[in-house]
């Protein structure tokens, strides 16, 4: 039923080594009512894919109503993401893929049991993630000073008189927006709060286990064979990247095709 | 009803056996840090009674104000607070879990021949999501309740609407959780954790449906989860995509909501299948009728489920086309319930019938569900459905189908399956008396309100025209016998589980895995896994197995 290929690097062998305890033939992280390590891998690998199915449809929620409102007012989300910072945009998808990176070696380090590398993967996974969010914070920053976070702290003069700021009038030449047109750019902002805050969010919950996992391996945990845990979160990290690269996209580069 | 297949062990020297899973451990910590899919079943069983008591006495509320023309028994705001309440309790926190929560989880592992689910700390955490979510709509109660209905319908629910609707949200949304969690546990259980020899289409269909419903728990509730979310966004910060007053979408709010909504209707309602699928089989002596399509007739529903949701919307502006499309797919999920009805039918025929109490509630299941399912494709027709939507016909027709259909197959599956979950039998004759009791106040409580609806008395009102009165006597009458039938198995089982006969491993000369071990099973189900090695449903299996137990101690 299950495959015991499916685990990597002849991991079988390696298990038999950790038999430890009183059932002689299992060793001591499989759970009693699963009937051998291959099965328990594949059952929580697969739950952590349905998992991340459920993730899909929760995100698919957001993008639905991104989708029905930058069709509706397509010119108030042009305006709006000119003035999201492209530099900083651009720099934490970089960042994030590379945490992505360090990630995917942190899995590798378990399975082939390489301790002290796999502490420094998942320690730079976790710094990359920090920085992700400390942007991603110097961003709302930005927001809250224009005067862009809707319901709180909204204007749209910015986007009446597009003069009003600048630097952002030198690179585009706006032309002023409708009254009607204006009001939406706050549509538009409560969609780009909405979706980074649910990423954001995301992000927080995986640094939070990044740091129970650090904590784990220092301590020798994963790898001695038992490396799902790892694989399984990894999955989950590149995941929370993917939604980035979606995001990236649709809120900071709405009419750079033109 | 003289015949029976009941056969109890001799109860002067019948024992409960002394290690079972409830017997292993005492103490109410064994039970809150338990991972034995069984006692979770167990907690969740006493929870969602407890959600079904009080959505049932807010049920009675309403009943109770529309036995007169005028709001005189409260206040009409008041009304809508419990049409609320009710609404959200029992399907939020009653049907979603009823059958997957408690039968589900105490049978799933046992059905496909495993030691417990995939993922018991999971399956733990989805218990104390539930509860979690439970408290904070009781909280919404005593706060003051909302009255938006169990829809939270924009902008009303965001505008318009000064009552607890964030509190409310909070408690659907943390209880969505529990329900996904329960599905994506399911799904992994089914697919990874069958023991030698249970192939796919040897699965008893009691899996093959509660497979569907996973699919669709895992699949649906996130929407609505996000749904909820963008709700309260907009209520506490006063912008967003739903509210026309700042350009939002009320339109938007009803696609995603009813995107989860209506394959809900599939995750109370598929579960319910399972049990009849089980009962049927059980007590007419033959195998599933049609095995293979009932199993993907199953599947089907889950996929046109999906496909649907917009018959909910006929009347708000969405397109011609759109309505025309949707109405045919509506008719086309009617195609895989209706082979359902007719493969029990054809299971029933030639059977060797005998009507214990779990087949009345099954065979009651047959009759309601198609006059709820029936009338489903008369609703989803545009042209009637005009005339009809937001009457007390809509009421009448989901009533048939969640009341009449899931609760009556849930009663069924906890009389079927209650001799093995806690060892004991229930007094029959006074369990029979209340199956009939349900049926016949079930009729009497639904069956005007079609009437009414079809006259045009509109849903959601404390008031409502003089000549309603007599249909609504009627009813309100009804809901009391029905009141009756589903207080006395609170009552009868309770007693039973001190008084009961001895039920022994398989009283019913049931087929399935769970009943080739004693009751109630030991907290590893099977001393050892045992290996499928016959067909499900194979009462000539059955008869040699024990043609073989009796050679061997003779």
């Known amino acids: 039923m299950s495959d015991s290929t499916t685990i990597a690097g002849g991991e079988?062998?390696?298990?038999?080594e950790a038999m430890v305890g009183e059932h002689a033939a299992h060793p001591a992280y499989q759970r009693h009512h699963f009937e051998s390590v291959a099965q328990q891998f594949d059952a929580t690998n697969f739950a952590m894919w349905i998992f991340l199915l459920t993730e899909v449809m929760f995100f698919g929620g957001l993008f639905t109503s991104y989708l029905v409102m930058r069709n509706?007012?397509?010119?108030?989300?042009?305006?709006?993401?000119?003035?999201?910072?492209?530099?900083?945009?651009?720099?934490?998808?970089?960042?994030l893929i590379t945490s992505s990176f360090t990630m995917a070696m942190g899995?590798?380090?378990?399975?082939?049991?390489?301790?002290?590398?796999?502490?420094?993967?998942?320690?730079?996974?976790?710094?990359?993630?920090?920085?992700?969010?400390?942007?991603?914070?110097?961003?709302?920053h930005g927001e809250w000073v224009d005067q862009h976070v809707p319901g709180l702290r909204f204007s749209q003069a910015d986007f009446i008189n597009p003069a009003l700021d600048q630097d952002i009038y030198k690179e585009y030449h706006d032309r002023p927006l409708t009254g009607g047109m204006a009001s939406k750019t706050e549509e538009y902002f409560f969609l780009y709060f909405a979706m980074t805050g649910m990423h954001?969010?995301?992000?927080?919950?995986?640094?939070?286990?990044?740091?129970?996992?650090?904590?784990?391996?220092?301590?020798?945990?994963?790898?001695?064979?038992?490396?799902?845990?790892?694989?399984n979160f990894g999955l989950y990290w590149h995941f929370v990247d993917i939604i980035w690269i979606f995001l990236f996209p649709l809120l900071y580069l709405v009419s750079r095709h033109a | 009803m003289s015949a029976t297949i009941v056969s109890l062990p001799d109860q002067s020297t019948a024992r409960i056996?002394?290690?079972?899973?409830?017997?292993?451990?005492?103490?109410?910590?064994?039970?809150?840090?338990?991972?034995?899919?069984?006692?979770?079943?167990?907690?969740?069983?006493?929870?969602?009674?407890?959600?079904?008591?009080?959505?049932?006495?807010?049920?009675?509320?309403?009943?109770?104000e529309l036995l007169t023309p005028q709001s005189d028994l409260m206040a009409a705001d008041t009304y809508n607070k419990v049409f609320s309440m009710h609404g959200l309790i029992m399907v939020f926190f009653f049907l979603v879990p009823s059958i997957p929560a408690t039968l589900g989880n105490f049978l799933m592992p046992m059905m496909v021949g495993a030691k417990d689910l995939a993922l018991p700390k999971i399956n733990l955490l989805s218990w104390y999501l539930y509860v979690l979510g439970g408290c904070l709509m009781i909280y919404t109660m005593c706060a003051g309740g909302v009255d938006t209905g169990w829809t939270f319908t924009t902008p009303l629910s965001t505008h318009y609407l000064n009552t607890n609707v964030v509190p409310a949200v909070l408690a659907v949304f943390v209880a969505g959780f529990s329900s996904i969690l329960t599905g994506l546990n399911f799904i992994v259980t089914i697919h990874k954790m069958r023991c030698p020899g249970m192939t796919w289409f040897r699965l008893p269909l009691f899996v093959w449906s509660n497979y569907a419903a996973s699919i669709l728990m895992v699949l649906g509730t996130p929407v609505l989860a996000i749904t909820l979310v963008l709700v309260g966004l907009e209520r506490v910060v006063h912008i967003g995509v739903f509210d026309p007053a700042y350009g939002g979408d009320p339109l938007l709010f009803q696609h995603?909501?009813?995107?989860?909504?209506?394959?809900?209707?599939?995750?109370?309602?598929?579960?319910?299948?399972g049990v009849i699928s089980e009962v049927i089989s059980t007590f007419s002596r033959k195998r599933v009728f049609g095995y293979t399509a009932v199993a993907f007739s199953s599947v089907a529903i889950a996929v046109f489920g999906f496909f649907v949701w917009a018959h909910h919307m006929f009347v708000m502006g969405i397109s011609n086309?759109?309505?025309?499309?949707?109405s045919l797919l509506t008719m086309l999920v009617a195609v895989p319930s209706a082979i359902k009805i007719f493969n029990w039918s054809f299971t029933l025929y030639k059977g060797s019938i005998t009507f214990e109490t779990p087949m009345l509630y099954s065979l009651g299941f047959m009759g309601l569900f198609t006059i709820g399912g029936m009338t489903g494709v008369f609703l989803g027709s545009t042209g009637t459905d005009i005339h009809l939507t937001e009457t007390y016909f809509v009421v009448a027709h989901f009533h048939f189908v969640m009341v009449g259909g899931m609760l009556m197959a849930f009663l069924s599956?906890?009389?079927?399956?209650?001799?093995?979950?806690?060892?004991r039998m229930y007094p029959e004759k006074l369990s029979q008396f209340a199956a009939v009791t349900t049926y016949i106040g079930f009729n009497l409580t639904f069956f005007p309100q079609f009437i009414l609806g079809m006259l045009g008395m509109p849903r959601r009102y404390a008031a409502y025209p003089p000549e309603f009165q007599v249909l609504n006597v009627f009813s309100t009458a009804g809901a009391t016998v029905l009141g009756v039938g589903y207080l006395l198995p609170i009552l009868y089982l309770t007693w039973s589980l001190k008084y009961g006969e001895i039920a022994g491993s398989n009283p019913w000369q049931a087929t399935g895995l769970e009943w080739q071990v004693q009751s109630p099973p030991l907290t590893e189900n099977f001393p050892e896994i045992p290996i499928m090695d016959h067909e499900a449903y194979d009462y000539e299996w059955l008869e040699r197995q024990q043609a073989k137990e009796v050679a061997s101690v003779g």
């Open chain 1, 72 to 95: 509706w007012y397509y010119s108030a989300f042009v305006e709006g993401s000119h003035h999201l910072s492209i530099f900083w945009g651009t720099t934490n998808t970089a960042v």
């Open chain 1, 107 to 140: 899995v590798w380090c378990a399975q082939t049991r390489r301790k002290a590398a796999l502490v420094l993967c998942l320690s730079l996974t976790f710094f990359l993630g920090l920085v992700f969010l400390c942007i991603k914070g110097i961003e709302w």
């Open chain 1, 12 to 16: 079988l062998a390696e298990a038999k």
């Open chain 2, 17 to 64: 056996p002394k290690l079972n899973f409830l017997s292993k451990e005492n103490g109410l910590l064994s039970w809150l840090l338990t991972s034995d899919h069984k006692r979770i079943a167990t907690l969740y069983l006493i929870s969602i009674t407890f959600f079904f008591f009080i959505g049932g006495a807010l049920a009675a509320l309403v009943r109770m």
């Open chain 1, 200 to 231: 954001a969010l995301h992000m927080v919950v995986g640094i939070g286990i990044l740091v129970f996992m650090l904590f784990r391996a220092t301590k020798g945990a994963y790898t001695d064979g038992h490396f799902t845990f790892v694989e």
């Open chain 2, 321 to 326: 086309y759109a309505a025309l499309v949707f």
């Open chain 2, 413 to 423: 599956g906890i009389h079927f399956w209650w001799p093995k979950w806690t060892g």
């Open chain 2, 256 to 273: 995603l909501f009813w995107f989860y909504s209506h394959p809900a209707v599939y995750i109370m309602i598929l579960p319910g299948f």
